[in-house]
T-cell receptor, first 111, second 115 residues
Framework: SQQGEEDPQALSIQEGENATMNCSYK?????LQWYRQNSGRGLVHLIL?????REKHSGRLRVTLDTSKKSSSLLITASRAADTASYFC???????????FGQGTTLQVKP | GAVVSQHPSWVICKSGTSVKIECRSL??????MFWYRQFPKQSLMLMAT?????????EQGVEKDKFLINHASLTLSTLTVTSAHPEDSSFYIC???????????FGDGTRLSIL
């Protein structure tokens, strides 16, 4: 399978706690992106990190990338119930927009 | 921001019917759009790359005669599931980007149920 791995598959936390999701991929990449999907809906782009970047922040989101380990992590700080969703990493091998998705992490934030 | 619209959002039809799904970029032009398929509680699988003015490029294992893609303009790509059967029931999602390093923007998806 071309798809990457994500862990954990499911994560349940209390509001206010931090949530960390990990993603591993198999091939060299141009960039890695994180998306969010609410149940039965399309995907919302969260953050893009390029292969020459190691860390990126956007609001309560922090993404790291380790190309030597072919892995990335997404940290959501001070989680809210509204953060409940599935989160996917996706790699773009050649900057064409053609994305290979990880298996996703389902996050539940309890109020 | 860039908006991608997908229609219909939900369709139920009988086995043997052909179903067309539209993907539109509302405020930008896209020479390339992508079609994905998602089964319940699973990730997105890339089906094909839709190229404006030329043939689509299909991923390995995706039947091009089953999933017809037409990208006749810079703002519209269509996916037609021909002679659909229950195993074609799935969530189909398209994406497009304005280019210039901007990320892919996704439609809200089409839930297809074949009876």
């Amino acid at each position: 399978s071309q798809q990457g791995e994500e862990d954990p598959q499911a994560l349940s936390i209390q509001e206010g706690e931090n949530a960390t999701m990990n993603c591993s991929y198999k091939t060299s990449i141009n960039n890695l992106q994180w998306y969010r999907q609410n149940s039965g809906r399309g995907l919302v782009h969260l953050i893009l990190i390029r292969s020459n970047e190691r860390e990126k922040h956007s609001g309560r989101l922090r993404v790291t990338l380790d190309t030597s380990k072919k892995s990335s992590s997404l940290l959501i700080t001070a989680s809210r119930a509204a953060d409940t969703a599935s989160y996917f990493c996706a790699t773009d091998k050649s900057n064409t927009g053609k994305l290979i998705f990880g298996q996703g992490t389902t996050l539940q934030v309890k109020p | 921001g860039a908006v991608v619209s997908q229609h219909p959002s939900w369709v139920i039809c009988k086995s043997g019917t052909s179903v067309k799904i539209e993907c539109r970029s509302l405020d930008f032009q896209a020479t390339t759009m992508f079609w994905y398929r998602q089964f319940p509680k699973q990730s997105l699988m890339l089906m094909a790359t839709s190229n404006e003015g030329s043939k689509a490029t299909y991923e390995q294992g995706v039947e091009k005669d089953k999933f017809l893609i037409n990208h006749a303009s810079l703002t519209l790509s269509t996916l037609t599931v021909t002679s659909a059967h229950p195993e074609d029931s799935s969530f189909y999602i398209c994406s497009a980007s304005p280019g210039g390093g901007q990320p892919q923007h996704f439609g809200d998806g089409t839930r297809l149920s074949i009876l």
